[in-house]
């Protein structure tokens, strides 16, 4: 039985706290590290000081297409792309950067972050599996995330042409409501 090196392990430790630390569910943690599920309960325990959440993880491609999370997958994924094609990075190396850098530019936007670590993941293994892939808007020459296959040659994106409820959010409407008068008691 071949005994695994402890600096690997220790590598492989750092990226599961890493990624706990980001917002990683434990079937994530599973997949991309070599480390048990006893010991990254564990680990997870430690890091969050509670146990994972449960549940199945979401499995919708469709999800990535709608307006608002298309923008954001598109951004996070053309990060993604930049830091392992011009950067050199490995892939869960440029996973975490392009995960960090989206959060950064986020929340510099004062935007809501709508494109989660377990959601960027699922993302990445989509276009992995080839049931994504990026589509060129014919009218900004922007790369965003569209379903495999599907004709592109008139694409729009959802930037240049957002439909019609695009930002109208109940966060948003409930910011933007006008304040009611204050009523004053003559007695």
Known sequence: ??????????????????????????????????????????????VRGMSPPKGML????????????????????????????????????????????????????????????????TLLRFFESDLLELSECTRCGGHFVAHAHSPSHDYVCGICQPPSRAGKTRKRQKASAPALPEVRRVC
């Open 58 to 121: 979401p499995f919708s491609a469709d999800w990535f297409i709608t307006w608002m999370p298309n923008i954001h997958s598109s951004l996070f994924y053309n990060i993604y792309l930049r830091l392992r094609e011009e950067q050199g990075c490995g892939r869960m190396e440029a996973f975490v950067g392009a995960f960090r850098l989206y959060q950064e530019q986020v929340s510099l936007d004062d935007v809501e972050t709508v494109l989660g670590l377990t959601r960027a993941w």
């Open 1 to 46: 039985m071949a005994q695994k090196s402890l600096v690997e392990e220790m590598l492989q430790v750092q990226l599961a706290i890493e990624l706990i630390e980001l917002g990683a569910r434990l079937q994530v943690l599973e997949t991309e590290t070599e480390i048990s599920r006893a010991k990254l309960i564990r680990l997870y325990k430690e």
